[in-house]
């Protein structure tokens, strides 16, 4: 569920990479309502941290890391002709979820998105972009699951926000 969010010198690049992402965000909501769906704890109410993602450019490398250091499992599942998407576990708790770059995002380096819950995205958007926020990625709606954007704070830093669909429970 994400998009490069750093500083990117190529705005066109970065134009590109979300265009497909949109088209990725649509093909995993599936699997999206289930992550969301699965972590149960009460980080999923407004303004709490309720999910967090890793892009990278190897993900078997980073699946060993993860195990090694928190002991985290991974099961991948393919969501899409050519992408995979890959949920981390500790016991039976989803803590994250990961996905390899892509040659369409360009070159960016490896970083983890954070996701803020959100009853309100469009509130939450104009009051940050009001506090000096910047905005990554307008409001885009991932069909049967929920809504997201991303922004970048007055200090550089990424985050995402997310809205679960009526039909989603993340909590």
Known sequence: MHVFVGRVPHSNRYKRTVASESVRLQKCSRITT?????????????GLFGWNELITSDVEAAKAFYGAVFGWDSETKTMAPGWEY????????????MF??????????????????????????????????AILKESTEVPNTGTLAILRDPQGAAFALWKCAGTVQCE
């Open 34 to 46: 289930q992550s969301m769906s699965e972590n149960t704890t009460s980080a999923s109410k407004t």
């Open 100 to 133: 390899g770059v892509t040659p369409d995002m360009g070159p960016i380096p490896p970083h983890w998105l954070s996701y803020v819950m959100s009853q309100d995205i469009e509130a939450d958007v104009a009051k940050a972009v009001a506090a000096g926020a």
């Open 86 to 97: 890959t949920m981390f576990k500790l016991g039976d708790t989803v803590v994250g979820g």
